[in-house]
């Protein structure tokens, strides 16, 4: 039996740190949907140009792509570029990583329509973002890998090359609410991005704003599929109890959670679905930008 080749895989990201996974996130549908519409428009990205772009955070080692897709939804994707080298070859032949990618339906942006990471894309093969996969070139790719190591965007697809986080700066003149300089609860103290597991089965970040009389509104997204889920609810009897509806595709999630009243980092409860009751924890979510 023949010794299968060895291979040799040298990533030339812009560096080996990994990459910092809310801040990805945190460029959301509606605003992947805006870059892609609104942004310059380039056919293609090389090596080289890419290293010269800023990353979306510090901690993020690869420039950030959004594209509008052929099938006209919207993508964004972590990209770096590597080369492989089999036993026995000399010259090492260029590869593509898709880090990690979303794409979010166009007619319906709290859906996604393809998620995923580690995708190797060889020379001469394509990818399509409407249903995650690698094509081969010509079959309905979204963007291409060519021999020479250039990404080219394909077809009707729009290609945006990302310089940087595109968040909305805050304003720094503006009194930031501080949960932690004040004793006791108000209601304000539960807003912000909050890091949700409730038993292990619903994985994923709220998001958070709460008017001074306790009304809360906002959204949940999902670890696993990127989807997004309105949020409705109310501060409940006692100051640090917060009671939320979350609105997934088929059903409801209802939350009855509790602030830890010394430094308000930290919520639990329970959540209930379809009348059976599970324990959540959340962790509030420092900024890292």
């Known amino acids: 039996m023949s010794r299968p080749s060895t291979l040799f895989l040298c990533w030339l990201s812009l560096t080996a740190v990994a990459p910092a996974a809310d801040v990805f996130e945190r460029h959301a549908a ?56 089999s036993q026995g070859t000399e010259k090492p032949t260029p590869l593509l990583l898709l880090e990690r990618y979303a794409s979010y339906r166009g007619e319906r942006l709290d859906l996604t329509a393809a998620i995923g990471k580690d995708v190797m894309l060889f020379p001469g093969f394509g990818f399509d973002f409407d249903i995650g996969q690698v094509v081969p070139a010509g079959q309905g790719a979204d963007i291409e890998f ?9 077809g009707e697809a729009k290609l945006v090359v990302l310089n940087g986080s595109q968040l909305p700066v805050a304003d720094k003149t503006a009194k930031k609410h501080d949960p932690s300089d004040h004793d006791g609860v108000v209601a304000l103290d539960f807003a912000g991005t909050w890091k949700l597991n409730a038993d292990g089965r619903w994985l994923g970040e709220l998001d958070l704003k709460i008017n001074e009389a306790g009304r809360a509104t906002g959204s949940f997204t999902s670890d696993e599929s990127q989807n997004a889920y309105e949020i409705s609810g109310q501060t409940g009897s006692t100051p640090h ?40 924890v959340a962790t509030r979510v420092t900024s890292d930008e």
């Open 30 to 85: 509606p605003l992947v949907k805006r870059l892609a519409n609104d942004g310059a428009a380039t056919k293609e990205l090389t090596m080289v140009e890419a290293s010269k772009l800023k990353p979306l955070a510090a901690n993020i080692g690869s420039p950030c792509i959004v594209l509008k897709t052929d099938a006209g939804n919207y993508t964004k994707a972590l990209v770096s570029w590597g080369l492989r080298k």
């Open 146 to 154: 060519t021999a020479e190591g250039i990404l080219t965007v394909c």
């Open 241 to 280: 109890n917060l009671k939320l509806e979350v609105f997934l595709a088929n059903t409801q999630l209802s939350v009855d959670g509790y602030l830890w009243t010394k430094d308000k980092s930290q919520m639990a409860g329970t959540v209930t679905m379809s009348g059976r009751k599970f324990g959540f």
